[in-house]
Every structure is written in C-alpha cells, then in structure tokens.
C-alpha cells in the first residue's frame, strides 16, 4: 500500500528513521493526538512534509500549538479523504481546451468536506491550512469563502462575516465614485 | 407594423445580408454558419476565470460570534479570496472595511465579460451587438481602475466590427502590454470575419495562455523574425480558433513563442495547411475538427495520441 501511494514521496520517507511507520502521530495545542497517513500529510503539507524529511516528526504526538483540536481533526480528516479519493472527471476538466492552468476547482467531495462545516470551524481551518502550507486545503477553503462573498453586496457581506464599516461616509461615497462600474447594478 | 419586419439576424449585419440577397443567396444560411462556427469556437475555450456554476452550496453558516474572522486572516489570503471573485463582486470589496481597501488591487485581476451580461454564462441569452458598447464602458474602466497585472482576461462577448471599437479593443491591449497579463481570450463575434487583431498584442510578453477566436491575424510580413528577442517569452499555450492568417503568421507566432507546450489549432478559415513544426520545441499540437465528434472522448485518450485532423471551414461559411 505505502508502495502505491508513495511514488515521489519513497525518498524523503526513506530517510526518516521510523520508515517503517506509514501513519505520523500530530498533537493539537489542547494535547488530543491524531494519525494520519504519513505519505498523505507529506504531500499535502509542505510544513509536514519538511518535518517528515527532516526527521523532526515525534513518535509521541507531533506538538502543533498553533492548532485546535477540532481544526486539527478536520486536517487529518481531509489528508485521509485525500488519501483515498480517485481524481474525479471533472479534475481532467470539462472543455476540449488544454486545461494546463493549474486546477482550482474544489472537487465534489471537497465541497461537501467544507460545507459541513460551521463559520468557525471554517475559518480554524483555513488558519490551520495556511499554517501547515497545504495549497490544496487553502484553494478549498478560501474557495468556498468566496461562494460565501459571490453576488453579495458590501453590506450583505459585512452581515455575514461580522465585517465593522470603519469608513466615513464620505470615504464610501469616494470609493463607490471611483469604481461605479461595479457599483451601478446595486 | 406595416413592414414586415426584417429577420432578427444576430451575426449578419444589414449590408452583408442586402448584399447576399442581391446575389440571390439566402442570408440565413451565414447567419446559421456563423452560429456554428462561434458556437464551436466557445466549446475550445477555457472556462471564465472566477466563474463557479450557480453556488450551490451558498448556504453557508452564519458566523457563531460577533467576532469579524475573515478580516483576521493574513492579507495574502484576502487576496487569494478576492482573485476567485467575479470582477465586479471583486472590486466592490473595497467598500467593506479600510482593511478591505486595498485587497482587489493587488490580487490578479480576473476579468470576464460574460459575468458583466447576466445569464450569458448560463446560455440564458445571447451577447448581442447591441450589448457591445455597455460592455466596452465597464471593461475600459475595470482595465483602468486595476493597477495590475491582470492575472485572466476573457473577453468573448464583443463585436468588433465598427472602427471605433477597434480603436477601443488597441488601447485594451496596450494596457495589457503595459500592466501584463498572464491568460488572454479575444474573440470576435461576427459579422464581419476579418476584423484585424491590434498589432499591440505581439507586445504583450508577458502571456502564458492565449486564446484567439474569429480575427483576422496581423500582417507579420513586414515584421522582423524575432528569434532571441521573442514576443511571448512565456507563452506556453496557444490556441486559435477560426482564425483567418497565412502560414508564414503561424511561423512568426511559432518562433516568437521558445516555450510553447500546447498549440491548437480548430478550424483554419485561410491558408494555415501546413504546420510546420521543425524540433526546436516540443510542441504538443492538435488540430481539431469541426464535428465536435472528438469533443469529450478526447480526455479519453492521451494527448499526444489524440488523431489529428484539420478541417477548412471556408465550407461553412459559404
């Protein structure tokens, strides 16, 4: 199994001293320990990764203080799912062109991953995300923030996110002046 | 209502169509052409940058607290937010807070002029010659209003036909030269066919992907070959769809590009029937017929053992 999903991962790991393991041990800043496939979180992790290589991944429990457990739950959670999901169709892209820009799209099932999920414990994990440098969880999250801002008006937006309006409003009438091409359809 | 009114034609113009009926043809054979022709065109091009399908999944949770976590967030990722939003919704983020202020203008533009027409996308209806001049205004000042660069510009929507939107489309592109932008698609929506290219575009170094549809290509004749000095030094992909150019352009363009990965070539109106390609790249070439047979069992089949085939759509479009 490690052989399968290892490819260009097999080296880095073969360095690592409990190469026999195929799972690493994280610890969230409340100390709750979770596992999580040690060739998944390296792929998806450069921080994990870079940790794995260099030999700094504790056997006990990984400390990750920047880190909730629930966040944390939701990383090991995903890099499992991404472990074992098959690129769907719609990653091999939908039209005849080329499709060499890179992929964005958030698959089905990482849509419904981030849609359970409540205001809050979105953004734990977009914070987690960005701090373990998973591009991928980051494209995710920071995409369905957007579905969350799309077609919205400033203040519908500020409504949902709990966004304070610090202009005066002569600032505001300034920059609905400035840009009224995106205004005028209000 | 006296008149019979005249047939809702919406790619012949009035002269073309005066002009046909004189000659005895039956103008709703261009206009079906043309029809097929765009709507093939569409089918090659990259999906609208920012574009996701009617959000499905809009309902989201309302926030827990009273706390504002989305401003919290580091700066790269508000800018990683706003570069995924339509360019409208992108740009009225300025309006939330003054930590919003500057996000738009330093993420990526992503501008399409399909989400300025409401439904176009959704093939609620149909980008019309009338719609052109609205479109115009608001995408001169989205160009303007953006310091750049421009991370994906799709302009599809337009017709180019009258001097003055010419005039219009060559300042777009010498601001696209100017700010850079990586992902470009420009098509023209006839009538006519012929409408020239601004020469500008060979200015623009800084493209990665390159869509054309329905221009005619500059005159590279008179153009020195720019070997070491290329045009689009990072041009790794280039399609052109019903294109009218001569072979000697398509050399230009080939030279011009030292990193191409991808070109395709669908439909060639004019005299590209031999391609060139002599080893100095390893460029992944398709040419794609018309049928739109080869449309989605193409994925099927691994790119470079794609068939090939070339079809001259003079046919269709007379």
């Known amino acids: 199994m490690e052989v399968d999903k290892g490819k260009g991962e097999a080296e880095e790991t073969r360095k690592v001293a409990e190469a026999d393991r195929d799972t690493v041990t994280l610890k969230s800043s409340d100390g709750k320990l979770f596992e999580v496939s040690k060739e998944a979180a390296a792929r998806l992790s450069t921080v994990l990764a870079g940790m794995i290589a260099g030999g700094s991944i504790d056997d006990n429990g990984t400390d990750l203080k920047q880190i909730g457990s629930e966040a944390l739950e939701n990383v090991v959670d995903y890099c499992n799912k991404h472990a074992n999901s098959i690129p769907s169709a719609a990653l091999i892209s939908s039209s005849i062109s080329f499709n060499t820009a890179p992929f964005k799209e958030p698959e089905e099932w990482e849509r419904k991953f981030v849609d359970r999920l409540s205001h809050d414990a979105l953004f734990d994990l977009v914070e987690a995300a960005n701090f373990l440098g998973m591009e991928r969880l980051l494209d995710v999250t920071c995409h369905k923030i957007s579905e969350m801002m799309k077609g919205k008006s400033p203040d519908q937006i500020r409504e949902v996110f709990n966004i304070k309006n610090d202009y005066t409003k002569e600032e505001l009438e300034e920059i609905r002046q400035e840009l009224a091409w995106a205004f005028y359809d209000d | 209502?006296?008149?019979?009114?005249?047939?809702?034609?919406?790619?012949?113009?009035?002269?073309?169509?005066?002009?046909?009926?004189?000659?005895?043809?039956?103008?709703?054979?261009?206009?079906?052409?043309?029809?097929?022709?765009?709507?093939?065109?569409?089918?090659?091009?990259?999906?609208?940058?920012?574009?996701?399908?009617?959000?499905?999944?809009?309902?989201?949770?309302?926030?827990?607290?009273?706390?504002?976590?989305?401003?919290?967030?580091?700066?790269?990722?508000?800018?990683?937010?706003?570069?995924?939003?339509?360019?409208?919704?992108?740009?009225?983020?300025?309006?939330?807070?003054?930590?919003?202020?500057?996000?738009?203008?330093?993420?990526?533009?992503?501008?399409?002029?399909?989400?300025?027409?409401?439904?176009?996308?959704?093939?609620?209806?149909?980008?019309?010659?009338?719609?052109?001049?609205?479109?115009?205004?608001?995408?001169?000042?989205?160009?303007?209003?953006?310091?750049?660069?421009?991370?994906?510009?799709h302009l599809v929507c337009g017709y180019y036909g009258d001097a003055a939107r010419q005039r219009e489309l060559a300042r777009w592109v010498e601001t696209f030269a100017a700010k850079g932008v990586q992902e470009l698609v420009l098509v023209n929506r006839p009538w006519p066919l012929d409408v020239p290219l601004p020469a500008s575009l060979l200015a623009v170094d800084t493209l990665t992907r390159l869509y054309l549809g329905v221009w005619k290509f500059t005159n590279t004749s008179a153009l020195p070959q720019r070997g070491a000095g290329a045009a689009f030094p990072h041009l790794r992909e280039l399609v052109l769809c019903a294109m009218e150019m001569e072979s000697r352009d398509l050399d230009f363009l080939l030279a011009a590009s030292p990193v191409l990965e991808n070109l395709g070539i669908v439909g060639s109106r004019n005299k590209v029937n031999r391609l060139r390609l002599v080893g100095q790249h390893p460029v992944r070439a398709d040419l794609l017929e018309r049928s739109g047979r080869r449309r989605r069992g193409g994925h099927a089949v691994p790119r470079a053992a794609r068939p090939v085939g070339i079809q001259d759509e003079r046919r269709l479009l007379h």
């Open chain 2, 1 to 153: 209502m006296a008149n019979q009114p005249p047939a809702p034609f919406v790619h012949v113009d009035a002269a073309t169509a005066a002009d046909m009926r004189r000659r005895g043809m039956d103008p709703h054979e261009l206009e079906q052409s043309a029809r097929g022709v765009l709507k093939f065109v569409y089918m090659c091009l990259p999906d609208a940058p920012a574009y996701a399908a009617p959000v499905l999944s809009a309902h989201s949770a309302p926030s827990d607290g009273p706390e504002d976590r989305i401003s919290a967030l580091p700066f790269a990722l508000l800018r990683n937010i706003v570069s995924r939003l339509p360019a409208k919704d992108a740009a009225r983020t300025t309006a939330l807070s003054r930590r919003w202020r500057p996000v738009w203008r330093c993420a990526p533009l992503a501008l399409a002029d399909a989400h300025l027409l409401p439904g176009a996308l959704e093939g609620l209806r149909e980008p019309l010659r009338a719609d052109t001049p609205g479109l115009a205004v608001t995408v001169s000042r989205a160009l303007a209003a953006h310091p750049g660069p421009f991370g994906a510009v």
